[in-house]
């Protein structure tokens, strides 16, 4: 610990003390001298000593000597202990984007929170099964034809002696179910049994003229199979009737892929009322701020933002430029990753937080400690 220490000599001389060489955390080398002694003098038969650095300050020195020595010991015993704990077979050539000195590997997890004191809730949040994942059908999963849409509308008027609908009205019935668009947009019957017969008949028209073909988009089946392997509840929401909806998911070969799947008949309307949404989060367990939307229009972005949930939408039938209100936009569901959904679902962000009733709190504090000054005018008068 010490190199040397030179012989003391109480007849005036100086004694010095040897140097400590040690490394700190950082490894830098350093020299440490503990301090001189004072210096000595005999005045008559007693030994002075002279106080110009003081016991305390040699004390000190001391102390410190021993923590330096302490620190350099305990990072040697770690630093050892973490060598043998890594794999000799570690193939470094893989460019894991980490620190490879010795005792950072493995690297830390950075999803976990140690804050949360529950080892569970740990362990969830370090997984996928904390969010869910609400899609459309037509125009995010598969190919969408919208020409189709109107032609059905169209021959639908032709045989029930209808005026054709003007294009406008067609761009406002997108996304409601057939009842809807027919009793408050059309305006062509309000009787529940007619609405019901025409409905029907849309439908069979749309199948008809759809001819019952159906193809993933570009990037969709690869996207939902990466959900798939994180174990991310998914459901599928459509105003199409249930049995024209689970013979398309038939046909293209993903039956039991969908924890969810609310058709026509479980809601009363279509988008962009958030009913056929909210229900969805209801059936998948999930507060709606944990669930996130994947659609192709600004009607489903109105949808899933008043039921206060994130979307996501697909360029497939609008340009880019005109799904400005979506938190994200995608031309392919394959350019997303499990990380873009996590920071959406995140609802610790700031805009999920309101601090409106701790503001109103304060304010009525301050209230209380300063009375008005009409009720001290009026005491100091009686």
Known sequence: MVDSIAATSLLGHRPICGSYCFKDVSGIRKVVDPGRLPLTNFIGRRVSS????????????????????????????????????????????????????????????????????????????????????IFEWEGVLVEDNPDLEK??????????????????????????????????????????????????RKEEIYQALQGGIYRFRCGSQEFVNVLMHHKVPMALVSTRPRKSLERAIGAIGIEGVFDVIVAAEDVHRGKPDPEMFIYAAQLLQFIPERCIVFGNSNQTVEAAHDARMKCVAVASKHPVYELGAADLVVRHLDELTVVDLKNLADIESAEFASNEPELEMEIEAEDDRHPSSSVGVYDDFW
């Open 50 to 133: 002279s106080t110009s650095l003081g016991r305390l300050r040699i004390e000190q020195q001391r102390m410190s000597m021993i923590r330096a020595q302490a620190m350099e010991l305990t990072r040697e015993v770690y630093s050892n202990r973490e060598e043998e704990r890594i794999p000799r077979d570690v193939r470094y050539g893989i460019d894991t984007g980490v620190d490879r000195r010795p005792g950072l590997w493995p690297p830390e997890n950075k999803a976990d929170n140690p804050a949360l004191r529950n080892p569970l809730l740990r362990q969830e949040r370090m997984g996928c099964g904390w969010l869910g994942a």
């Open 151 to 200: 032609q059905a509308w169209l021959v639908l008027s032709e045989e029930e002696g209808k005026s054709p609908p003007p294009a406008f009205m067609l761009r406002r019935v997108e996304g409601m179910k057939n009842e809807q668009a027919i009793a408050e947009v059309l305006c062509w019957s309000r009787d529940p049994g007619e609405l019901k017969r025409m409905a029907s």
